[in-house]
């Protein structure tokens, strides 16, 4: 059974740093691109980053580049997204996603909250 | 990067047929045939319904099929049930520098 689990998220002071990790089982996850999908509180969802399977490639969204960074250690399993920089706009639950465009897989979601 | 639009909301009553519009541009929707659509019920994690405009996953209902016409991709469901009633989101590829670009939403709600 393919699963996906996030962790890492909690409460950062904007100008703040977090590390989500997402933890991947069930499938060959070194064949696979993965993403982070995140969604504000009662918004809708916004594709943030992507990264190939052998890490090749890596794209943002505009509203996170230079801020975030994605990588991942197939050895491990895992899938991470390194945040720095956290606004207040960042708020939102962040889902790792498996797939390019059409992601098949989803994990439950890490909320991140930026607030003082 | 803007998001594609969606109505915000449809509704339907059992049995009937409700379509799902998404409006995009030459740079996204109308330039690739990399069209999702993903269900999401309330907190839950978002569910793959439609990928590659037309092609569905194993184990999602016929009863869900998607289209495109120059830069509108749409989704339609069939035969309205009550456990559709649930949040609808598109997704299109909208180049290497933009990369995905999703929808606003549309909520379904089956009277």
């Known amino acids: 059974e393919v699963q996906l689990v996030e962790s890492g998220g909690g409460l950062v002071q904007p100008g703040g740093s977090l590390r989500l990790s997402c933890a991947a089982s069930g499938f060959t996850f070194s064949s696979y691109s993965m993403n982070w999908v995140r969604q504000a509180p009662g918004k809708g969802l916004e594709w943030v980053s992507y990264?190939?399977?052998?890490?090749?490639?890596?794209y943002y969204a505009d509203s996170v580049k230079g801020r975030f960074t994605i990588s991942r250690d197939n050895a491990k399993n895992s899938l991470y997204l390194q945040m720095n920089s956290l606004r207040d706009e960042d708020t939102a639950v962040y889902y790792c996603a498996r797939g390019y465009g059409d992601y098949d897989y989803w994990g439950q979601g890490t909320l991140v909250t930026v607030s003082s | 990067q803007s998001a594609l639009t969606q109505p915000a909301s449809v509704s339907g009553s059992p049995g009937q047929s409700i379509s799902i519009s998404c409006s995009g541009t030459r740079s996204d929707v109308g330039s690739y045939d990399l069209v999702s659509w993903y269900q999401q019920h309330p907190g839950k994690a978002p569910k793959l319904m439609i990928y590659e405009v037309t092609k569905r996953p194993s184990g999602v209902s016929n009863r869900f099929s998607g289209s495109k016409s120059g830069n509108t991709a749409s989704l339609t469901i069939s035969g309205l049930q009550a456990d559709d009633e649930a949040d609808y989101y598109c997704c299109s590829y909208a180049g290497s520098s933009t990369s995905w670009v999703f929808g606003g939403g549309t909520k379904l709600t089956v009277l």
């Open positions: 990264i190939s399977s052998s890490s090749n490639t890596i």
